[in-house]
């Protein structure tokens, strides 16, 4: 086995390693002063960073109340959301409504049918983009107007 | 599953320390906590499952704790001596906390994270999910960041061990 590297001495320390992992780094370890070196200064550098970074959070203020916002509160707010989106959707339809009632042309006539066809026999082996279409249509008067593509 | 209030009891104090690890300002770390919590409250309230809160919360922790740190460089600088010190304090300790902070701020948010959260004891698997490292890089990356931090440490005359 080559020597450990650094991570896996962290591993190592940290007793993060698998049973079979460990057995190996331990056997390296009989032989290789160099690594055993690395394990103790490994461990050193661990423990000082613990001990510096705990002098960060010595005191402790105890743990306040939380405040958590009412549930019931929420819930009424999101039902007035809801309720201004609604009202808010429906101004758009009828606006749209009006507005299209006063586009439409007073004396179209209103058409009844569209009949989608072919000009001649639809041939199945031809692509349908080589047949020509026909489109019929018919209007309350029964007037039929067609449409060639 | 144990309810809102056991796992906020339990929870609170250690990532209050981490929170205040990684801000440096303490005064900001309660209303880290209560955002935290805030989530927390909805995402069960909702229905959603959390399998490991310590994990989620560590992580919210350390995603709020970098908003944070983002808002306050507009304002302040990060942990000044006031900050950290308390009146028990000696002078050694006082300056020696500097140091640290000073090291700590050196550091990316992330290996700052994964340090303060080695040094509250986190398991190898808690500090991936915390943090979004792979598991299999967590010990290498740890092993680079006390490097880092010792390296920092020394230049400023101190010693990490
Ligand atoms: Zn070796």
Request: net charge neutral; with cysteine; charged share 30%.
């Amino acid at each position: 086995m080559s020597c450990i590297k650094k991570g896996t001495i962290q591993k190592y320390i940290d007793g993060e390693c698998t049973l079979s992992e460990t057995v190996q780094i331990e056997r390296h370890l009989a032989d290789c002063k160099k690594c055993s070196v690395n394990v103790e200064y490994q461990r050193k550098l661990a423990s000082g960073l613990r001990k510096a970074l705990s002098l960060l959070s010595q005191e402790s203020k105890g743990i306040p109340i939380i405040n958590v916002p009412d549930k019931t509160a929420r819930t009424r707010l999101l039902t007035v959301r809801r309720l201004a989106y609604i009202l808010a959707a429906a101004c758009i339809i009828l606006f749209v409504v009006i507005i299209s009632q006063k586009k439409e042309p007073e004396n179209q006539a209103e058409i009844i049918m569209i009949e989608p066809g072919f000009a001649t026999e639809f041939d199945a082996n031809q692509p349908v983009s080589d047949q020509q279409m026909i489109m019929t249509i018919i209007d309350s008067e029964g007037k039929k107007t067609e449409y060639f593509e | 599953m144990n309810t809102f209030e056991e796992i906020y009891a339990e929870y609170y104090p250690g990532m209050f320390r981490v929170a205040k690890k990684m801000i440096g300002n303490p005064d900001g770390v309660p209303d880290v906590l209560q955002d935290v919590f805030t989530d927390f409250f909805y995402k069960i309230e909702h229905g959603h499952e959390i399998r490991n809160p310590k994990s989620w919360l560590y992580r919210v922790t350390f995603n709020k704790c970098i908003d944070n740190l983002r808002k306050q460089k507009h304002f302040q600088p990060i942990g000044s001596a006031e900050d950290i010190s308390t009146e028990s304090d000696s002078a050694e300790n006082q300056d020696l906390k500097m140091a640290i902070e000073k090291t700590l701020v050196k550091l990316k948010p992330r290996d700052r994270m994964l340090a303060v959260l080695y040094s509250e004891g986190l398991s190898y698997k808690e500090m991936a999910e915390a943090t979004g490292i792979r598991l299999a890089s967590v010990g290498k990356l740890l092993s680079r960041t006390m490097e880092k931090i010792e390296k920092e440490f020394k230049d400023q005359g101190y010693e990490l061990y």
